[in-house]
């Protein structure tokens, strides 16, 4: 087998391996060196995905495993968000007993989104929707000691048990159909196939298992728990990786189906769905962390709206991953600001944050401007890519329903900007120190969008497998 064909997930494996044993003999006090390793961890494997973004897509381990620029931007992305999380979590673990393991499954977590990334193959998939979900189930209910973050984790696995049992059931009806599970041999095999109706369940039973990953309705309603309950740098995660990796795993899997099936309609309800619903909770949240779970939700339709057209626009794919990133910024931003501040999550403490704290507030305001699609930050790229790509691929109507919801949304982005901005009463504010508010800051800029030129090639360059 080529093992170098994977060298930046073995790195990761081998390193979040020997970072679960370190923790086990190193003394408490110096469990910080597990987060720099897990950032060198990161950051090499990121280096080595760069280095590697010019060679020709291609198929490896007997077919299972993409290597194409879709997976390669992914893996960038991932990278990218767990290296800024892993940045923020000392301070905030510094505490917890077991805070060298958080950073072995914080790369476990990874792992399994970036298998979700580059599955070619059904069973791929799964292994990697398996890992992600059980390493999140851990990492949410991460403070033991915390009831909301033990229901968080609690809901989190129930909705997770069911929709992974339905995706292995659609799996196991597209093996009993063709007699395959790689995408080459399925996508021919379904081409072939003169009864839709299976496929159709088979379909919607994978819809479902990938939607519950990406936070899409109907199984989206422990996102908005994990975001308000989980550990704050945990929250920015999984948020965000999970995300990624189930859309482009979607995407993947949608470029096999046959035309005549009608998954773009099918995907396009979803889409409409989720964002109307994920919109319409958010008004009435107090609570600004279970705002940001929402606003995902809402932001997980938006997602769908590329995997729509994906194969009919050519350029669906950047759309989709430019939006991704735009949303993975402006997400690990405003959660940022969460962790600096030490959780504090109720809209009343963040009143006058603008007069006490300027730089909390300029963060949270432009991450939040940014899922709003405001020019020129980084979201207004995604989203102008988002509706120019659906009404060239003939879904006008879709791009009208999310442009409603984006004056909907106008309405509780600003009310969280009002209660920052205008004064409220004098109270102290704690902080993390300055490793987090570095992060913070950095963090706070790249929402700028000034790479946006750049970033927008990037994804212009990369291109899926064809599978048929």
């Known amino acids: ?79 990218g968000t767990a290296l800024a999380v892993a940045a923020l979590s000392p ?26 990334a580059a599955a070619a193959d059904t069973m791929q998939l799964i292994v ?25 984790a609690m809901k989190y696995f129930l909705i997770g048990a069911l929709a992974n049992a339905l995706l292995v059931v659609g799996v196991v009806l597209l093996f009993g159909l063709t007699g395959f599970t790689g995408y080459t041999e399925l996508a021919a095999g379904l081409a072939a196939n003169p009864d839709p109706w299976v496929i159709i369940v088979a379909f919607v039973l994978v819809l479902i298992g990938l939607g519950f990953k990406l936070g899409a309705a109907p199984v989206h309603m422990w996102m908005p728990d994990v975001a308000q309950a989980a550990p704050a740098p945990v929250a920015a995660l999984i ?33 409409v769905v989720t964002m109307t619903w994920g919109n319409l909770a958010a008004l009435w949240q107090t609570n600004l962390r279970r705002l940001l779970g929402w606003s995902a939700v809402s ?22 991953l430019v939006f991704l990133t735009g949303y993975a910024v402006a997400n690990v931003a405003a959660f940022s600001v969460v962790v600096y501040l030490r959780g504090r999550t109720e809209l009343e403490d963040y009143r006058g944050l603008a007069h006490q704290r300027p730089w ?81 800051i950095v963090i706070g800029l790249m929402v700028l969008g000034l790479w946006a030129n750049g970033l927008i090639s990037l994804a212009q360059s990369g291109a899926f497998m064809q599978f048929r």
């Open 128 to 152: 990697g929707v398996l890992l992600s979900s059980v390493t999140g189930y851990a990492l949410v209910g991460y403070h033991r000691q915390w009831s909301p973050a033990q229901e968080a």
């Open 1 to 79: 087998m080529p093992v170098a064909d994977l060298l930046p997930e073995l790195i990761l494996l081998i390193g979040a391996a020997a970072i679960v044993v370190a923790a086990s003999f190193l003394p408490h006090r110096l469990h910080w060196l597990c987060a720099i390793a897990t950032i060198v961890l990161l950051g090499v494997s990121f280096g080595v995905v760069l280095s590697r973004w010019d060679n020709a897509a291609q198929l490896t381990f007997s077919g299972v495993w993409a290597l194409d620029g879709g997976a390669r931007f992914a893996k960038l992305l991932i990278f």
């Open 239 to 271: 948020t965000v990786i999970t995300k990624v990796g189930a859309a482009i795993a979607l995407a993947r899997f949608a470029m096999m189906l046959p035309e005549t099936l009608g998954w773009r309609w099918a995907i396009a309800l979803m889409a």
């Open 91 to 116: 301070q905030w673990m510094a505490a917890d007993r077991r805070h060298g393991e958080y950073y072995g499954l914080l790369l476990f977590a990874v792992l399994g989104a970036v298998m979700m």
């Open 299 to 320: 932001q997980s339709g938006y997602a769908l709206m590329a995997i729509v057209v994906i194969g009919a626009v050519d350029q669906s794919l950047a759309a989709l």
């Open 360 to 440: 909390c507030a300029s963060v949270i305001i432009l991450a939040l401007l940014s899922f709003l699609g405001l020019p020129p930050l980084i979201g207004f790229f995604g989203k102008l890519l988002l509706f120019s790509s659906v009404i060239e691929g003939g879904y006008t109507w879709l791009a009208v329903v999310a442009v409603i919801n984006t004056v909907v949304s106008l309405f509780y982005y600003l009310r969280v900007i009002a209660i920052l901005v205008f004064p409220g009463r004098q109270q102290s504010v704690a902080d993390l120190g300055w490793p987090a508010a570095a992060t913070m």
